[in-house]
């Protein structure tokens, strides 16, 4: 099972396999064509509430990443239709943070290998 994550300004490869957009808005200034973006689950985003609060502030990693956690975890079927999908072959989660080192699609990924 192979699940990788990539921004979505990123040039596409066809190892990406099944992409998968996981944020809550649409990438700027990325037309839905440019992004070839199989499935959007918005709702495996942080919440809006979490999003704005975290603003990409790095000295608020830790508690972002308890509470998305917390979050996700009151989505498991969510969860699930990601690792259903990889079992069928590679999946790509794709999101537009610039930050590549503090961002919600990794603290999804370290979720769904923990699942």
Request: net charge positive; no cysteine; glycine share 4%.
């Amino acid at each position: 099972m192979k699940i990788q994550i990539k921004r979505a300004y990123e040039e596409t490869s066809p190892k990406d396999g099944t992409r998968i957009l996981i944020d809550r808005l649409w990438p700027r200034g990325l037309t839905k064509k440019d992004a070839h973006v199989d499935l959007w689950l918005k709702d495996i985003a942080p919440s809006s509430e979490l999003r704005t609060w975290f603003g990409h502030d790095p000295t608020k990693w830790q508690e972002f990443r308890s509470r998305y956690r917390s979050e996700l975890h009151d989505k498991p079927e969510l969860l699930a239709s990601i690792l259903e999908r990889a079992q069928g072959g590679a999946v790509t989660l794709v999101y537009a943070a610039k930050d590549e080192k503090h961002n919600h699609a990794l603290v999804l990924l370290e979720q769904l290998a923990r699942t």
